[in-house]
């Protein structure tokens, strides 16, 4: 599928240039985007792809991208499918798009989807003579957290990972009833999948059903403790808090041993950091997004 990419140029402000982009994600959908980068370089520069939360877009990681560009990144992000540019009639699309998955409507914009449009945006990424397609970094917030550590994990094209609040065992939270956080994020949507079938009460056995048809083996092969290892050896932070009721701590751990283990084992110890942010929710503390910035300067070089 060609990328047919578009791309409208803008005047530098204080020495930082955005463009708009778009490109195709496939036959019937195009990806809108802001690429931020230093003005009246034409070297080749490193990319940090910003990928924003649940009912967010591209513009909620516009100030992080400014950030990178003044440290010498070219910085980029994208709305996520039913976000955004994307979003069809308003705030409710991405939910009912949730819905008409679980309705079988073969799309999976419940995280898949959004992964698949990383790797299509690497792809594009990888045409422009600005970019050094070997120093390519990915950060996400919550939702854009995990499509992170999903993405990473597929793709080798990705050098450097930083997922925030989003690295979770699925599983845990389903073999220890802490699901609600995590579905809270999409109530509306689980709300009318279990309205679907009768279920006035939902446990844990119908989120299980719930995520098979949303995003098949999100609780399983392409849980938090399964991936991260795939990720290594290449330098991964993973920023998360210890009472975020949306990633309940104890699967945070699950998903840190594991990659611990994967990183000790070929001799990598030092490719990976975790935060853990005490006394804090669901929210990225300043110092936490100061320390990833600080992670892919340290190893994407700009």
Same mark, same amino acid.
């Given at each position: 599928m060609p990328l047919a990419a578009q791309v409208e140029a803008t005047p530098s402000t204080n020495g930082i240039v955005e463009s708009r982009f778009s490109f195709a994600s496939d036959a019937k959908d195009r990806v809108p985007g802001i690429l931020v980068k230093p003005a009246g370089d034409a070297t080749r520069r490193p990319v940090v792809i910003a990928l924003h939360g649940t009912g967010g877009s591209k513009a909620n990681m516009l100030a992080l991208c400014h950030k990178l560009a003044e440290r010498g990144f070219i910085a980029v992000a994208i709305d996520a499918?039913?976000?955004?540019?994307?979003?069809?009639?308003?705030?409710?699309?991405?939910?009912?798009?949730? $819905? !008409?998955?679980?309705?079988? !409507?073969?799309?999976?914009?419940?995280?898949?989807?959004?992964?698949?449009?990383?790797?299509?945006?690497?792809?594009?990424?990888?045409?422009?003579?600005?970019?050094?397609?070997?120093?390519?970094?990915?950060?996400?917030? !919550?939702?854009?957290?995990?499509?992170?550590?999903?993405?990473?994990?597929?793709?080798?094209?990705?050098?450097?990972?930083?997922?925030?609040?989003?690295?979770? !065992?699925?599983?845990?939270?389903?073999?220890?009833?802490?699901?609600?956080?995590?579905?809270?994020?999409?109530?509306?949507?689980?709300?009318?999948?279990?309205?679907? $079938?009768?279920?006035?009460?939902?446990?844990?056995?119908? $989120?299980?059903?719930?995520?098979?048809?949303v995003a098949p083996g999100i609780d399983r092969q392409f849980d938090g403790p399964a991936l991260l290892p795939l990720i290594a050896p290449r330098p991964l932070l993973v920023i998360n808090s210890d009472s975020d009721n949306h990633t309940p701590l104890p699967g945070v751990i699950e998903c840190t041993t594991a990659a611990v283990r994967a990183y000790h084992a070929l001799n990598a110890d030092d490719h990976l950091a975790v935060i853990i942010q005490p006394k804090t929710g669901h929210k990225v503390l300043p110092e936490s997004e100061q320390a990833a910035i600080d992670w892919f300067t340290r190893w994407l070089k700009p």
């Open positions: 499918p039913h976000h955004g540019e994307r979003a069809f009639t308003g705030k409710g699309d991405y939910q009912q798009a949730i $819905v !008409s998955a679980w309705r079988g !409507s073969g799309e999976h914009p419940f995280f898949y989807d959004t992964v698949w449009d990383v790797m299509r945006l690497i792809d594009y990424l990888d045409t422009r003579d600005d970019v050094d397609p070997q120093r390519i970094g990915l950060v996400g917030i !919550s939702k854009g957290g995990i499509e992170t550590y999903l993405a990473a994990a597929i793709d080798k094209r990705v050098a450097v990972a930083v997922p925030c609040i989003g690295v979770q !065992s699925f599983h845990w939270a389903l073999t220890h009833d802490d699901w609600q956080g995590r579905i809270g994020t999409i109530q509306n949507a689980f709300d009318t999948a279990a309205k679907d $079938v009768g279920v006035t009460k939902p446990a844990a056995k119908f $989120v299980e059903k719930f995520y098979d048809r």
